[in-house]
Every structure is written in structure tokens, then in C-alpha cells.
């Protein structure tokens, strides 16, 4: 049974009204109504912008049905609910997602909303940068096309303005030629941060997928090091096993995830790689999605869930990494996941898109209350003296004065809301329902 909670399941939200959806034909008017409403996919953000605590939910996921797909151009419409999952189960061996983030469990109307990124953005930019159309439904206005080319304002608003548009019935996009589901990976360990950024630089030309597992856990001389991951689609490979592990039905206690655990984690997973770099041909779940093959994975922080921090500052300010890290060191908190990034040039359509040229880190954290809190408010201090940017599907608790510094166009993003829509984030980060300002 869905909770309506969100991935991180902090903070906690409850709905007035949950409005599961099956047809579009059949989706109710929004100003019926007495209460704000918001879609809500498969829940895969990890803060609170799929959350509208005392108001409606529109669930969408029952919108999964396929429109249209051109199997020579590889253009495919599909209803909201699809997920990334039922797209590559359709669309292999000849054609694969231009984009995707670490999780195939996301709706393409989330992905819009949230502007997704992936291991290729140096290459193809956000899942945006695809996106060749969409019908929107609002409260004020119906059912509205959108394209670059048609209302094309209200077009660059929605990709990565957070579902607070309007309703995506369907969308078309572009996907990408592919040889089959398997990628041909490498695995390099690397020592210190420079290592890391040498290796990024070296890899863009021939790699299609880049990306790094830092360990956090570390100290000293030790901080920064980690193992980096590229890859490339491969036409033949071996068989191997990539179904999900199902956990207890049970939380998990707090004890499970401390210092001394992680540490021991992240230890073996550094040193579980005897040579410098080894190379293997894997099935694109493992090498995008190794976290869904541990079902529910969220449940492993307990009822009090985690806070992921993912950021992004101009490359030339790369040296923040490092500074994020030390503070992390110099805390009592505990960083389960650190993955690391270099963003490329490729442009966005959306207005408020997170991905832009620089360096990405994307950090985890189990909720231990204010302590955690604090930490994030101090890496918010850093990313205001480097030119840095929060990433809002991630977040649930920065200030409104922290989301108006990263993202000023919200002032222009506030023109084309739906008035009938809100979420919790929103309403935290802009003053006295900034929708309606």
C-alpha cells in the first residue's frame, strides 16, 4: 500500500485527499476542489516537493499507458505514468533512454517536472534537453499543448518546475540508438580529488557514462578518495543476475547505519578492487540502477528516514568538494552514499533546471534531527560563497532565503503556476504561498 510519503520519508506529510487516476479522459476538475492539489508519481523524490500536507494528491501512476512509438526514429509518446522501466522493457534492444537518473522506478512526468540528470549529462544534457512535447492540463486553461515552438514559455517552465504547472497528460520525446542492454564498464580507484577530476577530463571524449563513488567515511590523507566509473553501451555480453533483494518487513534499527559500520562498508567496498582498474561488460540495471536491486532500499534508515545534499558549483570553484568533505569529517554525522560528477555545457530548456557546467556531489545522510540539519545549513553557506546550487528534488529543508539565492528565476517561474497547485516545498521556499504573489 503507498504511503504518499516521499523517497527520503523526511519530512513527514499528510494528505487531505489521495485521487488515484486511471484515464485521462476521466481526470476530475481541479477547481472541485476546497483544498490545493499536486501530482504524485512513484514518489522517487527525496524531499518535499511531491508532497501537499492537507491537500489533494492526484496519484498518477495508473497513466502508464504508451501512445505512440516510432521504432525507425526511435520518438515515443506515452502517458505521464509511465515509468523508466516500462520504457526500456519496451524499447530494447534498439533504443534506450537518452537520460536517466539513478532510479528506472520514476514516472517520464517526473522526470519532466524535475528535470533528471544522469551519468551522461557531459554528453547529453538533462532529460529536457529531449523532450519535444506535452499536453498540460490546468485549472485555468484546460488542456494546453506545449513545445519549443508552442507556448513555448509555459514549455520551459514545466521541465523542471517542480509539477506546480499543471498536470502532464502525456509527453514525447527522443531516445538514443542503442546495441542491446549492456555496458562495458570500467572501474578505476583513485586516491585523492585530482585523481578524479584528471580522470573526468580524460574520459569525456570516449566515455558516454562517467561518474564516482566517493568514500566519506575517510579521513586524513584519505579523504577524497573513491573509484571511478565509466562506461559505454556494448553490442554482446554475459548473462548475469539483476533481479531486486527483498529486505525484511520490518524498519531497520538505528544502529544499523553508524561511523563504525559505514567505515567498515565503505573500507570494503574501496578495497574489494585488488588491481587499479579492472573492466567488465554488465547489464545496464547494475551499472544505472544498482540501488533498485535492494528493494525499498529507504527502509534501511529507519523510521526517521535520510537527507540527501546534491549540489553543484562552477567548475573552477571544484576545490568546495573538498571543503564539503572536511566539514563532513569535522561532523558527527554519518555519510552513507556519496556520488560524484562533472555536469557539461549542454544547456537546459527548463527555467528552473538544477543542471548546469560544473561539479555535482550528491550526499546521503541519515535524519538524526537539528545536528544534520545544521551540517546542511553550513554546506548551504558554502554553496553562496562558490556560486553553487541545491538541487530542490533532493531537498527538504533549506530556507526560502537559501532556494531564492540558488534559483532567482522563481520570481518568473511564480507567472505560469497552475492556481489550483502547491506543495509543501513550495510553500516552504517562497513567502506566504509564493504561487499566489
Known amino acids: 500500500m503507498n504511503s ?20 485521462i479522459s476521466r481526470i476530475p476538475d ?8 499536486l501530482v504524485y508519481g512513484k514518489g522517487r523524490s527525496y524531499g518535499d516537493t511531491c508532497l501537499n500536507d492537507g491537500g489533494v494528491l492526484l ?9 505512440q512509438f516510432d521504432t525507425h526514429t526511435g520518438v515515443l509518446r506515452c502517458e505521464s505514468g509511465v515509468t523508466l522501466q516500462s520504457v526500456l522493457r519496451l524499447s530494447l534492444p534498439d533504443w534506450f533512454l537518452p537520460v536517466t537518473p539513478g532510479t528506472q522506478f520514476v514516472t517520464i512526468g517526473g522526470a519532466i517536472a524535475n528535470d533528471v540528470h544522469g551519468k551522461n549529462h557531459h554528453r547529453a544534457g538533462s ?28 514549455f520551459a517552465a514545466t521541465i523542471g518546475g ?33 585523481t578524479f577530476f584528471e580522470l573526468s577530463a580524460a574520459s569525456d571524449e570516449n566515455y558516454e557514462y562517467t561518474v ?8 586524513g590523507h584519505k579523504l577524497g578518495r573513491g573509484i571511478f566509473i565509466r562506461g559505454n553501451h556494448s553490442s554482446a555480453g554475459p548473462q548475469d543476475s539483476h533481479g531486486p533483494l527483498p529486505l525484511p518487513g520490518f524498519e531497520a534499527p538505528e544502529m544499523l547505519i553508524s561511523r563504525p559500520t559505514v567505515r567498515a562498508f565503505n573500507w570494503a567496498y574501496f578495497n574489494s578492487q585488488f588491481r587499479e582498474s579492472t573492466r567488465n561488460r554488465v547489464h545496464y540495471e547494475k551499472f544505472f540502477y544498482p540501488l533498485d536491486r535492494v528493494a525499498e532500499w529507504n527502509r534501511l534508515y529507519g523510521q526517521r528516514g535520510f537527507l540527501q545534499y546534491q549540489f553543484v558549483v562552477p567548475y573552477q570553484n571544484r576545490e568546495v568538494v573538498a571543503e ?33 557546467p560544473g561539479v555535482t556531489l550528491a550526499l546521503d545522510f541519515p535524519y538524526q534531527g537539528q545536528p544534520t540539519l545544521d551540517l546542511c545549513e ?48 513550495w510553500r516552504r521556499v517562497t513567502p506566504t504561498n509564493g504561487n499566489r504573489q
Open 324 to 356: 564539503v568533505l572536511d566539514l563532513i569529517a569535522r561532523s558527527r554525522e554519518v555519510c552513507t552514499l556519496s556520488v560524484l560528477k562533472v555536469f557539461g555545457s549542454v544547456s537546459s530548456p527548463g527555467l528552473l533546471s538544477f543542471p548546469r
Open 378 to 425: 553550513r554546506f548551504d553557506q558554502v554553496m553562496k560563497r562558490n556560486g553553487g546550487v541545491v538541487y530542490p528534488a533532493k531537498d527538504a529543508r533549506m530556507s526560502a532565503e537559501s532556494f531564492q539565492t540558488y534559483f532567482p528565476q522563481w520570481k518568473e517561474l511564480s507567472n505560469f503556476l497552475d492556481p489550483r497547485f502547491e506543495s509543501d516545498f
Open 162 to 194: 517542480l509539477g506546480l504547472t499543471g498536470m502532464i497528460l502525456w509527453a514525447e520525446f527522443q531516445l538514443k540508438r542503442a546495441s542491446g542492454p549492456w555496458i562495458e564498464c570500467e572501474q578505476i580507484r583513485f586516491e585523492k580529488l585530482d
Open 212 to 219: 564516482a563513488w566517493l568514500d566519506c567515511a575517510s579521513a
Open 127 to 154: 532529460f529536457g534537453c529531449h523532450v519535444r512535447s506535452f499536453e498540460l492540463l490546468r485549472s485555468d486553461k484546460g488542456r494546453v499543448f506545449c513545445s519549443p515552438e508552442e507556448n513555448k514559455d509555459l
Open 30 to 37: 481541479f477547481n472541485q476542489f476546497s483544498h490545493p492539489v
Open 4 to 23: 504518499y510519503t516521499s523517497w527520503g520519508r523526511y519530512p513527514r506529510s499528510h494528505p487531505a485527499e489521495v485521487v488515484p487516476l486511471s484515464w
Open 59 to 67: 496519484d498518477s501512476s495508473g497513466l502508464d499507458r504508451f501512445i
